[in-house]
């Protein structure tokens, strides 16, 4: 189930609101700019398929977001427990940062949770299958995947170069609660 947690950000251990409504949701990010939609994921893609498998199944989705939105590139991020580089793929985008451009993400499998830090207020995001989320370009915010990560994003980019981070240098991101790991990721490590 989505859901949203909203912290003053100064204060990690109790949220001052917490949305587990579709449509609480996506009025609360609305309201700061943050877009969040329901999609539907008609094709069951799982963590670990391939870009081309996962670009191919949803051509048509991307396809109208890029003419309707004027983006350039698009790639996948699909990764399960037993990813070898997870660790690594996890500390990446750990860190609050920006990007110049929106960063706008269709999560068609599993689950990630952004985070994102927006006038005194952290807005804690988990999105799970047919959610689609664009932060808004200059927004500080950081994206974790769990220990464990189980999930398929398509990520669609106005720079032809894709993913850009600005880091801000800032510890706010180590402060605030990681996502746990979400509970296809224990079914499929123990398979």
Known sequence: ????????DNQHDNPVAVHTEHTDIAAALNAVGVRFEAW???????????????????REDIDRLMAENGYQSVDVISLKPDNPDRAA???????????????????VA???????????????VLCEKGDLIGV????PHWFDMS?????VAIRLFTNTEGW?????????????????PHPSAKASSAA
Not at 96 to 107: A, G, I, L, N
Not at 164 to 172: L, Q, R, Y
């Open 1 to 8: 189930m989505s859901r949203l947690r909203i912290y003053d």
């Open 40 to 58: 539907e994921a008609k094709h069951d893609i799982a963590p670990g398929a391939t870009q081309d498998e996962v670009i191919a199944a949803y």
């Open 89 to 107: 793929f996890r500390a990446k985008f750990l860190n609050e940062h920006t990007h110049s451009e929106d960063e706008v993400r269709f999560f």
């Open 110 to 124: 599993g689950a990630g949770q952004f985070t994102l830090h927006i006038g005194g207020r952290v807005y804690e």
């Open 136 to 139: 808004p370009d200059g927004t």
């Open 147 to 151: 220990e464990s990560p189980y999930f």
């Open 164 to 180: 850009v981070a600005s880091f801000t240098g800032k510890d706010i991101a180590e402060r605030f609660p990681r996502m746990s």
